[in-house]
């Protein structure tokens, strides 16, 4: 599993630098083991809650939607499996296509060893030459697929033979295994058929040929996608569960209608305000950590409203944040300060928390030219302070962050329109620019580099700057810090360009979310933790 990749989340769910170190011969650490009430055994099935269908299987077409990502990776297999240890050190890797891999002397050339047992769900083996052509397919810009600047330093891949490939990098840098990780392999025998420049639009459903623990059984689109167990998967008699079906329930209150009804067995994301109704159930286990989730109000940064950096940061002062995350969040939350999370090696302490000051905002608008009206809602040239506040119409609780952030802006004389969204509109309207602002939250990636979200969007490049933020100098400084190889360097570099993303206020951050996952408890053998709700499911097995 990869997490380096910023994921969007529609509902509440829910890479740090190793310096030079990191760029020597590397030992497969490990994944920790959970410990199961029951003997393992096989068979069964479990059913989860998901919000929204996928819109694709493969991960090169996809948007980055948090949960279609979980079942790609169920479906498709990486060199590694990142493990959930980046909060104090670089995060540690544990082997999955790879068996083992080493550096270079001179950390210039990075040589993984695979599996010779593994195959695709067809029968055909997967080979050197399936990773050589991910990585031609990951760097295309026909395909342009999210996340292809994780690639930019490696310059080519070698097959050495069926079951060694050779990553050969421009430079050394603190990333470069997990740029090599990143993303899943796919079939070259299979997929290599369909010509690059139809990949956008190419329904690879028809021609689904995977490597991973399961397999697609069906997918009745709107309604079920259901997974079996692979039988030639190489880690036998792993995965124990025959299936896994994942429901499509477009909204959080019938997700738990149907857990407690037994219909359902994991609810991936519980709304705080049900955690202890989830906790008294003796049928059911609640599993809560920090998450790597956070969320924000989105300013198009484009539009005249929000063009003003003293306007952004007289929007902040003037939301009553604490207020709102003790409210909607109930303690299962804090609050966010900057744009690396406060979890991660990188975080830099010295930030300062914004507080809850309407004068201040006030003076800060008044300074940008806003007067009041006689209606009492502010204007400058005729225009008046309103806009429309957008939010995903399955998320219960960016509706209750709406109606607050309203009320708290309308004291200062700004109108706010809350207007509920279908998510996948949200998605289109958030990648063409048709918004105001967006309650928006981001699932954060464990690589720290900071390029895709807050650099100047490139017409040339996929970008997650959907809010069309721009620094000069924050752009330099990414720069620099993303090739820096030294990590304690790299550190100075981005508690500067934290300080100046803060100071501009290109979003309003909001909270940083613990992840409460609800489970039936014939569940065993189920480590959910920061790294996914599904990070050990081979392991998982129905216990009667």
Known sequence: MTAQRRRFVAVLALAVAPGIAACQQRTPAAPPAAAPSAAPRQGGQIVAATLADVSTLNEY???????????????????????PDYQLHPPSFAPRLATSWAFSADNRDLTFHLRPDARWSDGEPITAEDVRFTFQVQKDPRIGSLGMEIKDFIKDVEVVDPHTVCFHFTRVYPYQLMDANDGHIVPEHAWGKIPLDRWRTADFEKVLVTGGPFRLASHTPQQTIVLQRDPTYWNAPKPYLDRLVFRVIPDMTSQLAQLFAGDVDLVPSVAPQEADRVAADPRLRLIEYPSRLWGL????????????RRVRRALTLGINRKALV??????????????????MWA????????????????????????RRNPDGVLARDGQRFAFDLLYPAANTLRREMAILIQADLARLGIKVRPVQVEFTSLISRSETGDFDAILWAWEEATKIDLTSTWSTPSPTQGSNNFIGYSNPEVDRLIAVAREEPDYTRAKVLLDRIQELIVADQPVTFLYEANRLVAVS????????????????VDDWYWKP
């Open 521 to 536: 408890r014939h569940l065993g053998g189920a480590d959910i933790n920061a790294a996914g709700v599904f990070f050990n």
């Open 326 to 343: 003790d409210t909607v969040f109930r303690g299962h939350a804090k609050l966010a300060t900057g744009p690396i999370l406060s979890s």
């Open 61 to 83: 077409q996809s948007s980055g939607e948090a949960g279609e990502a979980e079942v790609i990776d169920l479906l498709f297999p990486s060199l590694m499996v990142e493990q």
């Open 297 to 308: 109000v989105a300013w198009n940064n484009r539009r005249a409203l929000f063009a003003d």
């Open 347 to 370: 975080f830099d302490l010295s930030l300062p928390q914004l507080p809850y000051d309407q004068a201040q905002a006030a003076a800060l608008l008044a300074e940008a030219g806003w």
